[in-house]
Structure formats: C-alpha cells, structure tokens
C-alpha cells in the first residue's frame, strides 16, 4: 500500500519533474556556453532545433502582419500619388487647350493682316461677336460701329473670301448680312472665263449669278471672284464655286448657282472695306 501511495505521488508531479529538468538543463546549457564551453552531438542539435522551431513558429505570423501592413501603406501612397497625378493631368490638360486655342487665334490674325496689307482700300479689323437671332443666313454682329468708322453698305471680307455687307450700324457694333442673304448684291467675274454677273443671295445657303448671257461662257466648277466694280468689295476676293449651269433656249440668261466657300459661317475675325 504504502509503495502504491509512492507511485502515485510520483506520477502526479511528472510534469513538474520534468519542466525543472528541462530549466535545468537549459540553465547549464547556457552557463557551459558562457564560460566557453561547447555542446556537440545529437543533444546540441535537438535543443537548437527545438529552440528554432519555436522561434520560427512564433515568428511567422509577425512577418505575414508586417507583410500585410507594409503592403497596404504602399497601396495608400499609390493611391495619393494617382490621384495627384490625375490632377496634374487636369491641369496640363487645361493649359494645352489654351495654348491651342491661342494658336488658332494667332493664326486667324495673321492670315487678317496678311489680307490687310494686300488691299489697297482702308479697313477695320473686327470680330463677330454674335450670330443673328435669324440664323446664319440671315445675320451676325461684329464688335465694330461708327465710332469705328463703319458705315451702312460697307463690304465685309475675311482672308478665305467674302462674308457680307453691313445693313446696320451702332456705335460700338454692327449687324451684318452674309452673301447668301437674299439682300446681298455685288458684282463678280468668273475667274475661269472673265464671264461677269451680279451676285445675289439666294436665301437657301447659296447664292444665284444673275445677268449672264446664254452666249457667255461659264462651267460648272468655276471659281467666281469679286470684280471690284460698284466699290463695293477689293477686286478678287473669293466668293465661291460654280455648282449648277442651266441654258434654256428661250431664256436670255443663264441659271448660274454658285455655292460659298465652306468657312463662310465659321468666321471670327473679318476685314471691313470702307
């Protein structure tokens, strides 16, 4: 009885038995390490194993968190730099089409000035401000009036060809009609031919060249120029090209149609003839 009592208080303290053992020897371990004294063999290489396995299983999930946080403080910053550059982008994005639009202006106003200083007869330079609450057959305003000189009846061009003639003018503004108007008469010659006619309006976005006889000689793809006659408009300035002839024996005049140059309505900066 008394060596059963023995065995059983043994066995219940085995685990504290061995967990002193275990301090033990690592105490001594490390004390033989201190003084120099090397551990070789099985039992060195058990107690580094062990101690490393640990290390590395404690260790691991530290790194994965590190991994982790280090990656999401990247993903931030590539945001904040994404979302700089996009503003940046905005920005650059701006200025160019300003220097874009600044180009085209410097563009127009030389081609006005070239046309300036090819003409003999005194202008004005001005801009169209608004188009007519009509349409764009029926009229448009520039920045220019009779302070400026500009008087009703005076012709107005621009470098690609004719535009209209002035109907109205204020003192810091006019109203002018296109030569598709219907109100709009000057004379023209074909360039092709020298065949002459008077230039009207027909209201539709083209423009009808009255007067020419069936024995004249026009075709269609002719240019047709501004003559100079009536002191209207400078001589030569395109007005633009033949598109339809009809002859009718009966008819002493020939149906001439004749459409503007394609930038008639998109016009900005205009000469005035005075």
């Given at each position: 009885m008394g060596k059963f009592t023995k065995k059983l208080k043994l066995k219940k303290h085995k685990d504290a038995v061995v967990l002193l053992?275990?301090?033990?020897?690592?105490?001594?371990?490390?004390?033989?390490?201190?003084?120099?004294?090397?551990?070789?063999?099985?039992?060195?290489?058990?107690?580094?194993?062990?101690?490393?396995?640990?290390?590395?299983?404690?260790d691991y999930p530290i790194a994965v968190s590190e991994k982790i946080y280090k990656?999401?403080?990247?993903?931030?910053?590539?945001?904040?730099?994404n979302l700089r550059l996009k503003e940046e982008l905005k920005k650059l994005e701006f200025k160019y089409n300003r220097y874009r639009y600044y180009a085209i202006e410097n563009r127009e106003l030389k081609s006005l000035l070239f046309l300036k200083n090819s003409i003999s007869r005194k202008s004005a330079a001005a801009k169209i401000i608004l188009h007519g609450i009509?349409?764009?057959?029926?009229?448009?305003?520039?920045?220019?009036?009779?302070?400026?000189?500009?008087?009703?009846?005076?012709?107005?061009?621009?470098?690609?060809g004719v535009v209209g003639r002035v109907v109205y003018a204020g003192r810091g503004r006019s109203k002018v009609i296109p030569i598709t108007n219907p109100k709009c008469v000057f004379s023209v010659i074909d360039a092709n031919t020298g065949t002459m006619g008077i230039a009207n309006g027909a209201g539709n976005g083209y423009l009808q060249m009255r007067f020419v006889f069936n024995s004249k000689k026009i075709n269609k793809g002719d240019k047709i120029l501004t003559s100079g006659l009536g002191g209207v408009f400078t001589s030569g300035i395109y007005v633009g090209k033949v598109v339809s002839v009809i002859k009718k024996s009966y008819d002493i005049f020939q149906r001439v149609t004749v459409a503007p140059y394609k930038n008639l309505f998109n016009e900005k900066y205009v000469l005035v003839e005075k």
């Open positions: 053992a275990v301090i033990l020897i690592s105490s001594a371990v490390y004390l033989f390490s201190v003084k120099g004294i090397g551990f070789g063999g099985a039992f060195s290489d058990f107690i580094g194993n062990k101690v490393y396995l640990v290390y590395e299983t404690v990656n999401y403080i990247d993903l931030i910053s590539v945001k904040r730099n009509e349409g764009w057959f029926y009229g448009l305003y520039i920045n220019k009036g009779t302070k400026n000189g500009i008087t009703v009846g005076d012709g107005v061009i621009s470098y690609d």
